[in-house]
């Protein structure tokens, strides 16, 4: 792709504008979404942390649920994200999720992460984050905490239970922008 991905952030509630600054440093040009028709013509989609219950009943509303379930390219989604897309919810990736799994808001915690195929750490900030329950023989784990996935990949979704768009390190947005770049190169 010669020209910057288009990458559209659902920008209902939650860290829309924390992972647009992410993206455009990562290199994408990024469009914030709350319509349907907001979603034409874009190279990937981030559905950003925040509160999943606001998020599911404001994409309900305007008819984002089914629009985000037809949108073929790579999708992103943190925390409230990663549940949003997961068995019970948007179903696009083969997950099961279990919201503030890990307590109160008092629980939020950082910690430093073993990204596969990196020698660097992560640091990992978890606000009331979810937890994978199980997942399908098609899903990568790309790092873990305590023996447990906290980044993974089903195909062309991506899910962190943490908040990459929180930090300064833009390794993991440089990761879903080469996912971006790749499934438009297919589809060219
Ligand atoms: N616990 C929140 C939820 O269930 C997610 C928290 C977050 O996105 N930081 O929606």
Redesign the pocket.
Known sequence: MNRRPRVGVLALQ?AFREHARALRAAGADVVEVRLPEQLDGLDGLVIP?????TITKLAALYGLDDAIRGFEGPVFGT??GM?LVDRSHLGLADLEVD??AYGRQVASFEADLELNGEERPFRGVF????RVRDVGPGVEVLAELDGEPVLLRDGRVLVAAF?PELTDDSRIHERFLELVTEATSVRA
Not at 127 to 130: D, G, V
């Open positions: 939650g942390g925040g509160e999943s219950t925390c409230a549940i919201r503030n606000i009331r984050a979810p908040h």
